[in-house]
């Protein structure tokens, strides 16, 4: 599958023409329906073929085994994998005596299309069997926005020739057999082989339960589902179930032009600890609501709530449609992603495919949460509080490691540290700062005094203990953070790794202004005036290394001393390096995975002159090679911020189109969240300029010759910001609330209601180009005239994290 | 079982009072026999009671997978493990019904002694059955350090009072049952069940052979076994075998002081090649030669080859016997480890149980060759022609880790990498170094010039290839190597480790000369000058890092900036570190496992000023917790030359009674063969002031107020030259040989036959001494007065490598 051909350049939606068995799982991937509740892979109604099925209940796993050739002191012995639940998008389709499988007859016609402002997947198939009978499918599929524990399916057959008798078997599955096995790349997901003990059934009239437990995580897991059926007089309805299967039947006669409709809701509900009545119940009330609503009543709910989202949310791209719709892919992926998490984590594929073990890392408080923040920022707060709700843990583990406060993890589904090989994982201490700073974000944006007192507070003040702890003065009397892994992990283990120290500088700032804040929250968790006075001087001597004779900031201590990585001999098919270097010799030389020191950059940009941002950022282009889906928006943001305008554009498109193209060839195990994100990110933060870290938001806006205008918005304290970005001036208006501070080019400007406040674009010089890597060059963005299919330039094979 | 109460102190041998059933497992690897290819465990001749039963055979191995729970290029993926072999020891009494166990009836009498001289273990039993039969049982031990595939056991019976029927069922049992099971402690070898797959068996007469295969790895191993007798009149003999079993039983009617002999000679060979007839006639022909020999014959070849041995290599004290028994019980115990290995590895372990898997590591080129060197050679030259035959495999290795040259494993049996943890092993490549430089001190102690042309000379080449791949220049022109772990395995994966720097450097070097001697054969490796030149190059440019502001030598770039390891804050239960600290803390702290930079100024002396050794030492006393057993000796070494005797003497008992004394808990799993090593170079070394790094021999003698004499031998280019070192003076004696050039404190002497140079003890300043973390002093060394028993001191707990 050439995406450029099958998938329709469209600003509003994603379409796919014909069917493409060896993309499938990619496909899948790219139509997953998710409230961050329910994940549904895009599987086809009738089951197979597949590329790999999939059903995600956020924070449903199995445990397995972490072995280690050679253990040690404090290694995680049990990993979570998220594991395949019971499959209830399945409507198998008997024509005649043949089942609808699209690999048999021939397939006539078949369209899928998501579409980002009615949140609903649509299919439309004409299909002849292998005995001759024609009919046309139809179906439409949603996860609900508005009911949580609901996914529906409306499902049409229409006889072309006929008479035909059609039967459809509606069908909850549970361990349903993947296909695979051992996979040789160790980012690919464990494949854990049926791991739902069956505990209850029941089947009758048209509904169907199922409850299963999960072996060893002892996770209750209820399916049940329920139909409503219209056709032709005279169809026949039976329901039975078995241990690993509910099933409702319904069989007719169609005479040519005759339609048989069946209307699916599913309703999906698991807890750890309430009782088997209790999770059967709570689905069962579920389907009865859903019901109640009926599929218009859900379909009207979803478009109402996306409607809400995009008036609030979205970015609007002149000049480049296939970026237009990257991007508002990208924000419908990572609204899916955090809509209804609900304090559970948003994992790096959200609940797309099994990637990653469905575990959450650093990318969710890094890159989702800064786009989540200003435009769902309910999401952010959920997914702080599930933070939050894992402190117990975080606080076991900081001990286990001889550290005071919180270490939370680097891999995780339920909060427990799940990675297996700590110099990439443990060591990235940063992931406490990276949480701490997504706290004081969203209270900055939000002024949500609450949550601050009940939960960031605590969040802050125990990552700034562990941050003290994990520290200390040398004889200069610099405070230093050694022996950690920054963001690139093509690095491990170092000494004062910059992004490192600067946001653990933020972090213990943060947490000493907000225990002054809260003086009696503050008490209550034991924080006293010396304890915030001792993390005010670790931030004030927070070092910093630097490179005097190179005049750039080593990305960690020593790491400009390193010997350069021979990209010269360094072959295209040797990418991503990890799996052809071992990571000796990739740590302990100049090559960068991701941006680290770049990432600093944009997070801490006031640590940084002008000049320092520039000569590193040229310095980093080098040795950056972007075998990390986590690095090209970054990219994006300081090329911008450098005015690198056409880099800049060529890392956000790369950004953007990471799914849509398959840039890490791996999309068929889920989308990457983080890239999603950083798209929007690339956009906003770099052309747009946007940063938050100080106390008022601050844009200094710029524009690349391939884009016309740049518009968004952006939900701040109350009111609702609109920016407008054309090369010859950017408008800021309010469009809701009172009035709001902001800086423009460093100059403070009010926005009030009804006065838009425009100024003119600045005219950055144009540097020269930086160079990267031979071979590892983002795509030219090609500039285009009006609506056109997307780059025709290939773009470079990326592993994607 | 308190070491000083049931081990008699004896300078020619260890004995064993009574018997301690908790032990056991200790006692019979202090009891172990082995010369190197064999290797037997002082388990009783009854088979049980045991502690853990051990037959090695030098070589053999099964593999078994290597997990991870995150995988990684170039991660071995298969490990070797040492096997049990067939058990030959086994003669099993029975004495009227019951068999003969210690466990129960009365044991009147039961004492073993271990004879450095005669290279026997005699064992004397006088016994009551449960029933009231009373019999005496002696036994006498050896595997033949001149009949390489020979073990052989003379066991009699004696009636006390009777008359008392006696069954002796002597015995070959293959996959015995071994106690245990997961051990929680990574360092204990992993257990392998009924690794032996029977292939041939055959049991006649007085013989019995059996032949079987090892699942994975292919090895064919076969064991044969054939009996003489003496008896009353009338015994009668039977010859059985099954597939995991051979037996021979003889029985007869004893009454009151009649005998029943039994000569038990028993064979093994391996091979991974030969055919299962060619293996099994081996095997058969040794016995023949064995029977041929008898075993009166086999024990005074044993007795004949130890008199020349201690003769040559013996080290005598005055005034610590019990360090006297220890310095001969080491050195008896690195002469059977290899004595007979012959281009198989020397384990770290030797062959005295499965600790380590049976791996080898650096160990033996620092430790055990440099006392092998100067005692039996030839022994060093096979160990390095086992090297040597592993080079294939190396520059392999080297290939996939994107090097030049060879990488040598950090722990294997075979020659491949087996280490599953990379930081503290592929990445300590010091151990090409450790290799190169054993061949350097061989050749030069030895003048063998064809071992150097064709085996010293391509290791040579292909690590000072490695060494140049590794490392780089960097803008100042310094040669850096980064990202390498040295031998502190409390530090892992730095930057400029001064001992690999140093210890790279000596091997580039050395390369260069020794290319420059045989440009023949060089060139025939392809060696051209340009290479010997770049090697030169790197060698001078060697970055050597300094902390000025300490005046100290850091361990690695940036070690002296680290955070002091909290000492006051860790509990003596917390040792060792590693099994209650996790690897990210250590790493990023300053707490020394095991000497490094001490050890960089043992074996690169010449690189360091004597103020700087002075300083360093003091430095590196204060951060050293000596959590390995590779430690004690080198800080006995640097104690000594920086005057710091008594603590040099503290150490050097230390080192000498890791495993009488079961100082690291682990004896049970073997001995250690580099502490027991260790103890001859602290004495050798320390005390003697022996360097070996340049081109003469160097000696510094400094003698303890505890010691009042000490003397060695050493065998140098076809001299050997005896020492003595005495208060007041120091005699140098030519035995055999022409002249000999030396350094004695630093002025050259010559030593001529017949003409024993004496030179006056030098009076040195005694320093204060240094002091080491708070509980982990060595045991203060009480002075002695003659013939004692050992101190009553307890040492301190310490983990043992």
Redesign the interface.
Known sequence: MSPQTTFTVDPWGIAEHGLDLGGQARAESVFALSNGHIGLRGNLDEGEPHGLPGTYLNGVFELRP???????????ES?QSVINVTNGKIIRLLVDDEPFDLRYGELRHHQRRLDFREGLLRRDAEWTSPAGRTVKVSSTRLVSLTQRAIAAVDYRVTAVDGPIRVVLQSELVANEQLPGGAEAD?RAAAVLEAPLVAEARMAAGTKAVLVHRTRYSGQRVAVGMDHLIEGPEGFHVTAECAEDQGRVSVTTVLHPGEELRLTKFTAYGWSATRSLPAVRDQVEAALTAARYTGWNGLVAEQREFLKDFWETSDIQIDGDVELQQAVRFALFHVLQAGARSEERAIPAKGLTGPGYDGHSFWDTETFVLPVLTYCLPDAVKQALRWRHTTLPLARERAA???LAGAVFPWRTIRGEEC?????????AFHIGADIAVAAVRYVRATGDVEFEKAYGLELLVETARMWRSLG?H??AGRF?I???TGPDEYS??A?NNVFTNLMAQTNLRAAAEAAARHQTVAAALGVDTEETAAWRDAARAMYIPYDE?LGVHPQA??FT???LWDFDATPPEKYPL????????L???QVVKQADLVLAMQVRGDAFTDEQKARNFAYYERLTVRDSSLSACTQAVIAAEVGQLDLAYDYTAEAALMDLHDLGGNTKDGLHMASLAGACLALVAGFGGLRDHGDQLSFRPRLPAGLRRLAFAMKIRGTLLHVEITHTRTTYTLRRGSSLNLLHEGEPLRVEPGRPASRPMAVPETPERCLQPPGREPARRQQQSGPAVGSGAEPPHLAAE
């Open positions: 972490l072995p280690y050739a050679e253990g040690g002191y404090g290694y995680p990993g160790p286990q490691l001889g990675s297996g090989y700590w110099p990439a994982g443990t060591a200390h040398d004889a230093r050694e022996g950690v491990a283990v000494d004779k201590d020593g001393d390193h010997q990890l799996l052809h270097y071992p990571y000796f010799d740590y302990r030389k």
